[in-house]
């Protein structure tokens, strides 16, 4: 079962969202990956751990449909 992923910062229109997106997780190769200029949303096939990066960003997991 995938896990789906949706990364935020706290009052901040990414620039960069892909970017921001390999910042909190290096591990990324690939997976896919979409965003809206606030956010940022990613499927792994297993679960992953986030990198911390403050109480700014926030990673939080999708529910599945």
């Given at each position: 079962?995938?896990?789906?992923?949706?990364?935020?910062?706290?009052?901040?229109?990414l620039a960069?969202?892909?970017?921001?997106?390999?910042?909190?997780?290096?591990?990324?190769?690939?997976?896919?990956?979409?965003?809206?200029?606030?956010?940022?949303?990613?499927?792994?096939?297993?679960?992953?751990?986030?990198?911390?990066?403050?109480?700014?960003?926030?990673?939080?997991?999708?529910?599945?449909?």
């Open positions: 079962m995938s896990t789906t992923y949706r990364i935020t910062m706290s009052g901040v229109t960069d969202p892909y970017a921001f997106l390999q910042a909190v997780f290096p591990q990324r190769d690939g997976e896919p990956a979409s965003s809206d200029g606030s956010s940022v949303t990613v499927t792994f096939d297993t679960p992953q751990t986030p990198v911390d990066l403050g109480p700014l960003v926030k990673v939080e997991v999708v529910p599945a449909l």
